[in-house]
């Protein structure tokens, strides 16, 4: 199965929102809840910041909030801050249990 | 504190065997679902393999291109996950974590730091 498909990157400037999507199949996206969304900043480990399509962890700033419609994902970042600057991939299970990857989204604060 | 830690990776030739170890520590390892994800060098995060609890009979899941190849397992008893790799190829060259799963969903909240593994002539 071929990972999910993420835009290279995504630009804002400060306070501004922006959305990064997330398209699958009806096999994968399509086919459950089972949504998440990870943040990478430079030389660290991924950081879970959205579960189950729309459940965000305990330590999550709100700005952050996940949504799905049909077999895409989006993760919406509200007031954008510079410590939002990071990679952000999304993933998902499958209809065959495997579990998919996006190929990561770089986002630049402006 | 809950801790996720690799050991056991490094440098090796293709073909070759390794083992990776996590170890954990500040939870009940036995209720949880472990994953290993691996990142190639300046690369995307890539699922390699999953075993879930014992509630779940360990059932277990790995991704085509290392299926047949790589084998998890897990001792709860001493809060300890493995992944045996076997065949090793250059592209599995990648930093490889081991990860936890909150409520079987995906929910991969608690990542070790990796562990590198370079297969390389």
């Known amino acids: 199965q071929s990972a999910l498909t993420q835009p290279a990157s995504v630009s804002g400037s400060l306070g501004q929102a922006i959305t990064i999507s997330c398209t699958g199949s009806?096999?994968?996206?399509?086919?459950?809840?089972?949504v998440s969304w990870f943040q990478q900043r430079p030389g660290s480990v991924p950081r879970l910041i959205i579960y189950?399509?729309?459940v965000r962890p305990s330590g999550v700033p709100d700005r952050f909030s996940g949504s799905k419609s049909g077999n895409t994902a989006s993760l919406t970042v509200s007031g954008l801050q510079a410590e939002d600057e990071a990679d952000y991939y999304c993933?998902?299970?499958?209809?065959?249990?495997?579990?998919?990857f996006g190929g990561g989204t770089k986002v630049t604060v402006l | 504190d809950v801790h996720l830690a690799e050991s056991g990776g490094g440098f090796i030739q293709p073909g070759r065997s390794l083992r990776l170890s996590c170890t954990s520590s500040?939870?009940?390892?036995?209720?949880?679902?472990i994953l290993w994800i691996r990142q190639a060098p300046g690369k995307g995060l890539e699922w390699v393999s999953y075993?879930?609890?014992?509630?779940?009979?360990?059932?277990?899941n790995y991704a085509a291109s290392v299926r047949g190849r790589f084998t998890i397992s897990r001792d709860d008893s001493k809060g300890v996950a493995y992944l045996q790799m076997d065949s090793l190829k250059t592209e599995d060259t990648a930093v490889y974590y081991c990860?936890?799963?909150?409520?079987?969903?995906?929910?991969?909240?608690?990542w070790g730091q990796g562990t590198m593994v370079t297969v390389s002539s």
């Open positions: 500040g939870f009940n390892f036995g209720d949880f679902a």
């Open positions: 009806s096999s994968d996206i399509g086919a459950n809840h089972f």
């Open positions: 075993i879930r609890s014992e509630t779940y009979q360990k059932f277990t």
């Open positions: 189950e399509v729309n």
């Open positions: 993933s998902s299970y499958t209809r065959f249990s495997n579990i998919l």
């Open positions: 990860v936890r799963d909150l409520t079987r969903g995906l929910a991969l909240d608690v």
